[in-house]
């Protein structure tokens, strides 16, 4: 479970995604017993959709993963007909039942006892068993309509960061391979393995901004037909990319806010036409960046938010004292909405009140070092901005050569350099480091006697370490193309389109002293 | 020591119990569909409460003999092993079910069954 959210929302999401997983076992319990309402499919549908996105919100990873698996199982009985085998129905039945399991779990996720993966294991057997099973599907007579539900794909840009992360350590370490095998016949090998992960590394640390919210545009206008209006939805997203983990929050989002708008925004054809506005209702996404900032500003041309509504509002939960009320400023009733459980009466509606709320977006964006804030002006419509953190591409640092002349290494520039000149006890030869810091024995760099012995005196708050070097140190900025973690002591960057070992020396005097 | 069961309203389905040396032993013999899911709500209340009170601390559902059970019959088992999780550690029993590969549906089933307690479940065939 997310640390950082408070209980409150995790008990609302309990809630809610019980009561939503009883809706889904009685249209299922309605199905296999051979009665389909277009409807309660429908319904359906959302609720699985909702289920897994606020279950990813909340932190609830394995609700997450087997709410996707029944929207999948769903979706293939849909092209059955739901004329399913026993297996399939047997998986369903069972799905919603361990769904129903995991959500009163306390974290949500499988403890001990519990085997989600040999259940999704049996889920996805039986999965591919039936789409591998050619079908005719004959029309039932109780027939009324059916659901398409999407497949959901899991993408190698959408891994997880952990996963990139040991992706990009076994790509460094790979480097380092290639590095120590000078003269060998596995040289070459090793350089074009380093070279195939550090380029899939490459393409997995930002993904594209505009597929993930292009999906929601189109269900967008679908969700408009249900309530009666009309919408155009307006997408200027460039090239603009964002970190996974951010695409993910926003991803999130975004599906919140538009049904929001839709909802409660737009106003149905005849009031806008009465307000001297086009039939059609206007939803503007906006992509741009600031300051190191992604902004993504979700803009509609509806009736704006009651703000009388939230001030009476705010003032029934005990928010705002009576006697403030009057001189209560528009940001600050607004940013009552971001308050747990904060609606007002017209915001608890068939789309948008039975989410997880505004708090959980704020929650999720905050998760990631984002931010969001809305403002809004009284029939003309609202805006909301979505801040999160542009992805990190490059960083500042100190480039100097190894102590043998033949290694480009550098640190990065929150370390303040001292050059002296050596020798000295005290100074660690970073390629000794290095083979201490890389996970195969074999790492051993073939350096040459020292050219110029120099000790670079690094020194950074309380920290201060001492290295061997053959150059005084460049300030540079660097490419981050194979990211580690933080805590992991190297990563390789490009420099001027040249491959360079950073090295984070506070990790390695701990693998130095550790080792020793 | 045999154990007496809810009287059987199913046509289709029989049940049957036994107990010793701390094992309760159960035989389904049928087929646990629509038509015996009342039956059968019974029947599992019933095992569960036996085991608890003559303190079994194995619990052994042969199922070698059931032709066929529906998903709806199987949240019967879903909801006991659930009940037997909750339970405190000194009062849970472990449950053995006996399987016979040949029949499909056991194969699937029961190795889904034991997914949501592994710690609790064995399938011996």
């Known amino acids: 479970m997310t640390p950082d959210l408070p209980e409150g929302i995790i008990t609302r999401f309990r809630t809610l995604s019980l009561e939503r997983l009883g809706r889904v076992e009685a249209t299922w319990n309605s199905l296999i017993g051979g009665v389909q309402d277009h409807n309660a499919l429908r319904e359906v549908a959302r609720d699985l959709h909702t289920l897994k996105g606020d279950s990813r919100m909340v932190g609830f990873d394995d609700v997450h993963v087997l709410s996707q698996k029944l929207e999948e199982l769903f979706a293939v009985a849909g092209q059955l007909d739901y004329r399913v085998s026993d297996d399939l129905e047997l998986v369903i039945t069972m799905a919603i039942q361990f769904l129903g399991v995991l959500l009163r779990k306390k974290s949500g996720?499988?403890?001990?006892?519990?085997?989600?993966?040999?259940?999704?294991?049996?889920?996805d057997e039986v999965l591919r068993e039936t789409r591998a099973v050619p079908t005719i599907a004959m029309p039932r007579t109780a027939?009324?309509?059916?659901?398409?539900?999407?497949?959901?794909?899991?993408?190698?840009?959408r891994l997880s960061e952990p996963t990139r992360h040991r992706l990009a350590v076994a790509?460094?370490?790979?480097?380092?391979?290639?590095?120590s095998a000078r003269g060998t016949t596995s040289r070459?090998?090793?350089?074009?393995?380093?070279?195939?992960?550090?380029?899939?590394?490459s393409g997995m640390q930002s993904v594209p901004l505009e597929p993930v919210i292009d999906r929601h545009a189109t269900t967008a206008q679908s969700l408009a037909r249900e309530l009666g209006k009309q919408v155009a939805v307006e997408l200027e997203l460039g090239a603009m990319r964002v970190e996974s983990r951010v695409a993910e929050a926003l991803d999130l989002a975004i599906v919140h806010l538009i049904r929001n708008a839709l909802d409660h925004g737009i106003e149905p054809p005849p009031a806008r036409v009465?307000?001297?506005?086009?039939?059609?209702?206007?939803?503007?996404?906006?992509?741009?960046?600031?300051?190191?900032m992604t902004v993504l500003e979700i803009e509609d041309d509806g009736a704006g938010i009651d703000l009388d509504a939230v001030r009476e509002r705010a003032i029934e939960?005990?928010?705002?004292?009576?006697?403030?009320?009057?001189?209560?400023?528009?940001?600050?009733?607004?940013?009552?909405?971001?308050?747990?459980?904060?609606?007002?009466?017209?915001?608890?509606?068939?789309?948008?009140?039975r989410g997880v709320g505004m708090d959980a977006v704020k929650a999720a964006l905050v998760r990631v070092g984002g931010n969001v804030s809305i403002s809004t002006t009284k029939g003309h419509g609202s805006k909301v901005t979505l801040e999160t953190p542009a992805p990190i591409r490059q960083i500042r640092a100190y480039q100097f050569l190894s102590p043998g002349g033949g290694v480009s290494l550098a640190v990065s520039a929150r370390w303040t350099p001292v050059v002296e000149d050596g020798p000295a006890r005290d100074a660690l030869d970073p390629a000794t480091a290095i083979q201490l810091a890389g996970s195969s024995r074999q790492t051993v760099l073939d350096l040459a006697r020292p050219v110029r012995d120099l000790v670079l005196r690094l020194r950074w708050g309380f920290l201060e370490i001492a290295l061997r070097a053959a150059t005084e140190p460049v300030l540079v900025t660097a490419d981050r193309i194979c990211p580690t973690p933080d805590d992991y002591p190297l990563e390789v960057v490009a420099i001027d389109q040249q491959e360079t070992i950073l090295l984070r020396p506070e990790h390695l005097t701990s693998l130095v002293e550790r080792t020793a | 020591m045999s154990v007496e069961l809810p009287k059987s309203t199913s046509a289709v389905l029989s049940v049957d119990a036994s107990f010793a040396d701390g094992t309760l032993s159960s035989r389904f013999i049928g087929t646990a569909d629509v038509e015996a899911k009342p039956y059968l709500d019974d029947v599992v209340k019933k095992l569960h409460e036996e085991a608890l009170r003559l303190g079994a601390n194995k619990v052994v559902i042969d199922f070698r003999e059931l032709e066929f059970m529906n998903s709806s019959s199987f949240k019967v088992f879903v909801s006991w092993l659930a009940l037997v999780q909750e339970l405190p550690a000194d009062k849970?029993?472990?449950?053995?079910?006996?399987?016979?590969?040949?029949?499909?549906?056991q194969r699937r089933s029961l190795a889904a069954l034991s997914c949501f307690a592994v710690d609790l479940v064995a399938i011996e065939t």
């Open chain 1, 109 to 123: 996720n499988a403890v001990s006892g519990i085997d989600l993966p040999g259940f999704v294991r049996q889920v």
């Open chain 1, 143 to 157: 027939t009324i309509g059916k659901v398409r539900v999407p497949n959901v794909k899991v993408s190698m840009d």
């Open chain 1, 171 to 179: 790509a460094t370490n790979a480097y380092l391979e290639y590095l």
């Open chain 1, 188 to 201: 070459t090998r090793l350089r074009g393995v380093w070279a195939t992960l550090r380029d899939e590394l």
């Open chain 1, 274 to 292: 009465a307000a001297g506005k086009p039939a059609y209702g206007m939803i503007r996404i906006r992509a741009g960046e600031q300051l190191g």
């Open chain 1, 317 to 353: 939960r005990g928010l705002l004292r009576p006697e403030r009320a009057a001189t209560a400023s528009d940001a600050e009733l607004l940013d009552y909405i971001f308050h747990p459980g904060f609606t007002t009466r017209s915001m608890i509606t068939e789309v948008s009140g």
């Open chain 2, 92 to 105: 849970q029993y472990r449950i053995h079910l006996l399987s016979n590969p040949s029949m499909h549906w």
